[in-house]
Structures are given as structure tokens and as C-alpha cells.
């Protein structure tokens, strides 16, 4: 038996239409501000996408290449003045930021009700990649509650905030990072198996259950192709579900980033749409 693809580009693209039809009844046009410090190149690629994503739903982006010798303190005022700006509801500074910039000290000061990352500690937003893989194991139908999850990675963008919202779903769950003795021991007890690792093909056949839903957070670029933490090919007779790099987990961040924009606007006017 082959696993059934978990379709995320699909998925995203059905939730973009509810956001533009949102969108269209709100009383303001909802502003995103994108902040990008040099010129990593996968970070002007992902900002690419996510001016792109805000143009085809509706949501004006303002953008901010600032180059790599921008100092913590440019970086702070340019964030204060966004977050005094009445026609910026989200604010996004692209990770990772210049070794000589706190990325600690830049997300606790953007407001947090702009926090559209979800990344500052009183944000009211789910952090959008966490949020995205949610909605991939909801569309399978399979039940997350008592099932047992397994997260790979321990990051503040992925691995425990996943694993957060995994426990609010009532899974029971274990993280795995690079001091965890036995991976594969965890993993094969895997109902859930989420990877967030950034090394390709490190999940392979004999390390997933079968019939386990396999969430695919990598996004390792090898000869220019970009490839996932999953070894897709040999993992697909094994799991019943599976996501695939690109076309899974990356659409739906960005289309949980819109829909944190779109809330955000939305409160600012203490607009219901829900
Ligand atoms: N870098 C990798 N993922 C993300 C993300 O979700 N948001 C931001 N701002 N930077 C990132």
C-alpha cells in the first residue's frame, strides 16, 4: 500500500479563497510589513512567496530590504515606527537574522498584537508553520487525540510550538533532538511523526510505523532542488500519509501568516467575521 499525499499547495490554495472572500467584506485592506536584513538567498526566495501570497488574497505588503550592516538599533526604530503605523497589522522580520543582530531582542519588540509569527511570548497568533501542519493532520480525518506524536526537532519556530499544539489536541508527545538516544526506537512508535530537523532523508523506511501520518517540515536545498527531512520515495510504502517537499508544509505557512494578517486587521476594528 502506498501512503495517500497530503496535498498542502491544495489545501492552501482552498483556504486563500476563504481569506479573499474574508477580505473583501472587511472594512480596511489589511497591510503586512516584511522586514528582510541581508541577502540570505532562501530567505529573499520565502519573502518571494509571501509578498506574492498577500497580493493574491488582498493584503497590501510593505516592504523593508535593509542590507547586512544594518545595526540592532536601525533595526529597532524601523520596528517602532511600524508599530505606531495605523496601516501595518502584521509585522514579519525574516529569520535567521545576521549573527551581529539579537533576534531574541528584535521579536520582543515588535507589538505583540502584530506578532503575526506568532513568535513573541504574548502574541496572540499561532506561530504559522506549527498551525499549518495542525490542518494537515486534521484534512486526513484521523483522529490526533490519545494517538501518539513524535516531533523532531526542538526549535522556537517549529519543533516546540508543534509539539504544543499537538498536546492541546490531547496527543501524547515526545520531542527528539540531536541528544536523543534511539531515534528510531521513538520514532517507530510514531503515530504522528513530524520532522523539523534540516537534513535530508534523514527519516527512512525503517524508522516510520506503518500506517503513521508523516509531516515533512524540511526544506534542505541539495543541487538546487529542494528536498525534505523525509526519505519520500521508501517512506511512501510505509505511512499512510505523507507530505511532500515542496507542496506540503510550505504553503500552508504562508497561508497561516495571511490568515494572522487578516485577524489582526480584523481586531484592530473589532471586526467579526467568525
Ligand atoms: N524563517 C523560517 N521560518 C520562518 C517563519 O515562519 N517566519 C519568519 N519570520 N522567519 C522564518
Known sequence: MSAQIINGKSIAQGIKKDLKTIIEKLPLKPGLAVVLVGDNPASQVYVRMKKKACQEVGIESFSYYLDNTTTESDLLSLLSKLNKNKNIHGILVQLPLPKHINASNII????????????????????????????????????????????????????RPVANLLIKENATVTICHSYTRELQKETLQADILVSAVGRPKIITENMVKQGAIVIDVGTNRVDDRLVGDVDFDNVKNRAAYLTPVPGGVGPMTITMLLKNTIDSAANQYDFKYK
Open 108 to 159: 520582543k519588540a515588535i507589538l505583540p498584537e502584530k506578532d503575526v509569527d506568532g513568535f513573541h511570548p504574548l502574541s496572540p497568533h499561532i506561530p504559522c508553520t506549527p498551525a499549518g501542519i495542525i490542518k494537515l493532520i486534521k484534512s486526513t480525518k484521523v483522529n490526533i487525540a490519545s494517538k501518539k506524536a513524535v516531533v523532531l526537532g526542538r526549535s522556537n519556530i517549529v519543533g
